[in-house]
């Protein structure tokens, strides 16, 4: 390329009537130079952009809910269940024997104070002066001799003074030859009744609350 410029200035030199100057040709020559270098320039490519690269923001995974264990329940083997039955039913019969016991010590604090409200007579005094016990709570020690019923009954005192005792809740275990204590109330009449030969005997009386024997 640069030839054949030299050569169409050769020729443009030659082909006119004028001659051109040194300087001049060497302008052309540099003028043609910069031409041919730009012109052999390949064109600069734009820069393609390139794509930012778009971010899809990923699914956020869920947490998947593991299902819990249920806690199963521990059998109870059949020795452990009857020694806690045991042991609830020694806890039942500890309470029950508890309260027994409670009850035993108040009826006996209960009977050890009504028995205190009975006064011990003189078995000469009530047999001479029963009048003089009427109504009043008295106790007296004697033996029985004979079951007039299921509810009457005649006991010795002292040196074989007989009283009769009336004993409303009925009398039960008692045998001739029992010897007992009578608490009870002093009868205001004495008991009448016919002796063996037809005779009518009178003889103290006691309205008994209850008796002991022994």
Known sequence: MR????????????????????????????QTAVAQATSTQPPSETPTAIPTPTVTPTDTPTATMLPTDTPTETAVPPATLTAIARADNMTATAGASIATTTAIAEARAGTATEIASYVSVDWRDFTTYPDNYAGKSIKIEGTVFNIIDNETFQMW??????????????????????????YGVGAANEWCGTNAYGGTICQPQILADFYVKG
């Not at 443009?12 to 300087?23: E, K, R, W």
């Open 3 to 30: 030839h054949a410029a030299i050569l169409a200035l050769a020729f443009l030199v030659a082909s006119c009537s004028t001659v051109p100057s040194q300087g001049a040709v060497q302008t052309a020559i540099a």
């Open 157 to 182: 005192v002292g040196s074989s003074q007989p009283v009769v005792v009336l004993c409303a809740p009925g009398l039960s275990g008692l045998y001739a030859g029992s010897i007992v204590t009578v």
